[in-house]
């Protein structure tokens, strides 16, 4: 769980001082590692708010979002079908 | 005994509703009225940090330099090396403003406004009484949206749509949104943006497209003459330098050949730039200290 907060203080400061594909490294890393990681969604928001703009099509405004919602369910697949961690996230319940 | 993973029913379905509503709500916050609100306070939380990292970043500087020589060393090296930058585009708009003053005289006399910003061996002030200087908060090379943040905002009537300079004369993009205290520029070279150019002495009408980092690429005929080290300017009374001819690729089987554009401005050395308040009535230019 420790490894988790420091990840998630990692990337919240990566957002604003890291080149955006070191960020979006470290939160797929987080995804595998860690048990359902939905800060993916949250920092992407943050990621979005932040520098997108506000006008524009949903690629200039509000990708970061979408990518983070498709690869949060891609990799929940992923950690299903191959069962990834499966007793360290038994152990969690 | 416990389950194995994702095999208790329970637990993936109250995992699997809290994932569609995370997901729902995320996506409420980005396509409601909400979101400026959003960025607002986002924005808000992290100048702090941008200015504790900037502030980090000046001690780091001053120590690692003072370990050389002195502080007064330091800080007159670091002022020195910013003029540098900000005259090497002058010389740019220089060859511009030649070519424009040939044009002119070719035909009528005609006033136009080009002024520089000033600089001293401490502080870089805008030019013009619509321009306003700003402290580059957030770089470019941190966002994948190519965006800007700039410490300037409504509170000095800045408005969507006005245009971003370096202090060397060189056009980087435009304000997009508008906070209080902030305001996001998008640059023209953010990727798949497109601008119309002025190209080299000819003028020739070209539409550049964003490829990030401060770079362009364009598709022309082949027979169009074009050299390395022609500028590419936004079409207006005042010349305004965007780009330079970088490269230019061409192929005997392809009757275009592509053009490579570089700003002459360093994106990721970014630390100043000032807004064109256009046609506003407003206060006197700001100036920034470089050193601090």
Known sequence: MLARYFLDIGVLLGIFFAPWWLVAGAVLAGGFIFSTYYEIIFFAVIYDVLYASTTGTVWHTSVYTIYSIIAFVLIRM????FNLHEKKITRQW | MKKPY???RETVRWYQSWSVILMLLALAALFSPVRPYLSQTVLAVA??????????????????IGIKGTKTLADENQALRSRQTILEEQLHMVTLLANENNDLKALLSRVTDTTFA???????????????????????RESYYSSMIIDVGSRDMVLPGDMVYSFGGTVLG????????TARVI??????VSTTVFLGPTHVSVTVVGDGDGTFIAKLPRDVAVKIGD???????????LA????????EANPFQTIYFKSPVNFRSLKWVYVNRTSRLVTSPRCLRVTS
């Open chain 1, 78 to 81: 992923l950690r299903y079908n």
């Open chain 2, 6 to 8: 994702l095999q208790n």
């Open chain 2, 47 to 64: 100048q702090p940090f941008w200015a504790t990292g900037k502030f980090l970043g000046a001690v780091y500087n001053s120590f690692s």
């Open chain 2, 118 to 140: 000033s600089t001293t061996s401490d502080t870089l002030c805008a030019p013009g009484d619509h321009a306003i200087g700003a402290i580059v908060l957030s770089a470019p």
């Open chain 2, 174 to 181: 435009e304000v997009r949104d508008v906070y209080t205290t």
């Open chain 2, 187 to 192: 640059l023209y070279s953010a990727a798949q």
């Open chain 2, 231 to 241: 500028e590419a300017s936004l079409p207006s009374v005042r010349p305004t330098l």
């Open chain 2, 244 to 251: 330079f001819v970088q490269s230019i690729k061409k192929d």
